[in-house]
C-alpha cells in the first residue's frame, strides 16, 4: 500500500530524510533554452499550477508582454498583447520543466537562470535571477526601462557571474549560505540581506579573477551589492532542487510545492506525485508603500512558496522578526507566535538550519498536509505584493495564507488512491 513502507508515518519519514541529506550547490548562470528545451520556440513559463492567457492576473499578462518584448517576438506592447491573446505563445507552469519564477514567473528562453544542483539526487533547478527594485518584468512592468535590464542581465550579470562560477573549484555551497545567514536574520523570502550580502562576499573574488571587462566586473558588483533580495532567487531553485528529489518517494503527506499565478494555488504532495491539488487564490495583506492601499493589491502570485514548502520563508518568521513589521505582522511575539504555529503542521525540525531566536531550534521540516486538514491551519507565506493594473510594480508586503481546500483535495485523493474511501 505504501510501497516499501509499512505505514504513512514511515513514508513520511523518508521524504524528510531526502530533505535533510539535500546538497544543493549553485553551478552556473545559463541562458534559460539552453537547459529547457521546451523554450526554444515561442513558449513561455509561468507561476503556479497551469493557468491561461485569460485567467491570468494583469501583472502576469503584463511581464508576458515584457517577455515578448524582449525576445522579439513583437515590436511594441500592443502588437504583444495581440499575439498573447491569439494564443501564439504557449504557456508551460516552470514546475513542470524543474524551474520556478518569483511573481509572475514569466521566463523566456534568452533570459539567463541559476542552474543549482542537488547532489544528493543528482537533479537540477533553474530560476531567473532577481531584477532588482522598482519597476520590474516579476510584477508586471514591461517598460524600455525593465526590457533594458534584462538585455543587461543577459549579455553582462549572466555570463560574468557565469565565469566566476567557473573559476570555483567546485560550485557555490549553499546550505552554507543558508545556515549562515539563517542567523542573521534571514528568512528567505521576505528578508534575504544576509544570504545576499554573504554570496557577495563569496563570488567577488572570482568575479575579479575572471577576464570581463574592469567597467563589467564593476558594474555586476554594484549590482549585487544593490541588490538585498538576490539571494531569493538562489533559495527557490534550492528548495526546488531538494523538494523535487524527496518527490522520488512518491508515498506520504508531505507537502512537496506550494505555488500561486494569481487565479488558483496549487500544491502536490509527495504521494500523489505529479498532481496539482487547487483552491481559487487569496490576496496578501500586509503594508503598502506611500500613496497604495489594500484594495489595489493583486491577487497572490508566484512560486516563491517554495521556500515555505522547504520550511523556511513566513515558516521561519522567527529567524527575521526585523521582516514581521515589514509585512505587517506586528513584532517579535508575534514572529514567534507564527513559528510555532507553523510547527504545529510540521512533522520535524530541520537540523541543517538552526535558528538562534528560536533557542537554537531547527527550522520546519515537512508540511503534513494531513496536520493542515486536521488542525485547519492554513500554512502563512511571506510575500510581495503586486498593484493589481500591469505595469505599476511592487506596492507593499505582507502574509497570505494557503487555502485549505487545496490540502482537503489532496487528502482526499490520496485516501481514494490507498483504497481508504471509495471514490465519489
Avoid at 88 to 103: D, K, R
Wanted: glycine share 10%; aromatic share 8%; hydrophobic share 40%.
Amino acid at each position: 500500500m505504501y510501497g516499501q513502507y509499512n505505514t504513512i508515518d514511515e513514508a513520511n519519514r523518508a521524504v524528510l530524510d531526502k530533505i535533510v541529506a539535500g546538497a544543493p550547490f549553485l553551478l552556473d548562470v545559463v541562458p534559460a533554452k539552453s537547459v529547457i528545451e521546451e523554450l526554444n520556440g515561442k513558449v513561455l513559463l509561468h507561476a503556479g499550477p497551469p493557468t491561461k492567457w485569460e485567467n491570468m492576473p494583469s501583472p502576469m499578462q503584463g511581464s508576458c508582454v515584457g517577455a515578448a518584448l524582449f525576445e522579439g517576438w513583437a515590436s511594441n506592447a500592443d502588437e504583444a498583447f495581440k499575439m498573447l491573446e491569439n494564443g501564439e505563445v504557449e504557456f508551460i507552469p516552470c514546475h513542470h520543466v524543474n524551474a520556478v519564477g518569483p511573481m509572475g514567473g514569466i521566463t523566456s528562453g534568452s533570459m539567463p537562470v541559476l542552474v543549482v544542483e542537488n547532489r544528493d539526487g543528482g537533479n537540477r533547478a533553474y530560476c531567473t535571477m532577481n531584477e532588482g527594485i522598482g519597476k520590474v518584468l516579476r510584477f508586471g512592468a514591461y517598460s524600455e526601462e525593465v526590457t533594458n535590464r534584462l538585455a543587461w542581465m543577459r549579455d553582462v550579470l549572466g555570463p560574468v557571474l557565469s565565469k566566476a562560477l567557473k573559476e570555483t573549484e567546485d560550485g557555490m555551497n549553499i546550505n552554507v549560505m543558508i545556515a549562515k545567514a539563517i542567523t542573521m536574520g534571514d528568512e528567505f523570502h521576505q528578508r534575504n540581506i544576509a544570504g545576499s550580502l554573504i554570496f557577495l562576499k563569496e563570488i567577488a573574488p572570482y568575479i575579479l579573477k575572471t577576464d570581463a571587462s574592469e567597467e563589467e566586473k564593476q558594474a555586476v558588483i554594484k549590482f549585487l551589492a544593490d541588490t538585498d533580495q538576490f539571494f531569493l532567487n538562489i533559495a527557490m531553485a534550492t528548495g526546488k532542487s531538494i523538494m523535487d528529489t524527496a518527490r522520488t518517494i512518491q508515498h506520504g503527506t508531505v507537502v512537496t510545492a506550494m505555488c500561486r499565478n494569481g487565479y488558483e494555488f496549487g500544491i502536490r504532495i509527495a504521494g500523489m506525485g505529479d498532481q496539482w491539488f487547487t483552491a481559487p487564490v487569496n490576496t496578501p495583506q500586509g503594508l503598502f508603500f506611500t500613496g497604495y492601499s489594500q484594495d489595489m493589491a493583486c491577487s497572490d502570485m508566484g512560486d516563491s512558496a517554495i521556500t515555505e514548502t522547504f520550511g523556511v520563508g513566513g515558516f521561519a518568521m522567527i529567524a527575521a522578526p526585523g521582516v514581521t513589521r515589514f509585512v505587517g505582522a506586528g513584532g517579535f511575539e508575534d514572529a514567534l507566535k507564527t513559528s510555532n504555529e507553523m510547527l504545529e503542521i510540521c512533522i520535524d525540525q530541520n537540523p541543517n538550519f538552526s535558528i538562534p531566536t528560536w533557542d537554537f531550534q531547527g527550522s520546519c521540516l515537512g508540511i503534513d498536509a494531513r496536520k493542515v486538514v486536521e488542525l485547519g491551519i492554513e500554512p502563512v507565506i511571506n510575500t510581495g505584493i503586486a498593484h493589481k493594473e500591469a505595469g505599476v510594480g511592487q506596492i507593499g508586503a505582507g502574509t497570505v495564507r494557503a487555502p485549505l481546500a487545496c490540502f482537503e483535495k489532496a487528502i482526499d485523493a490520496y485516501a481514494v488512491k490507498l483504497g481508504l474511501i471509495d471514490p465519489q
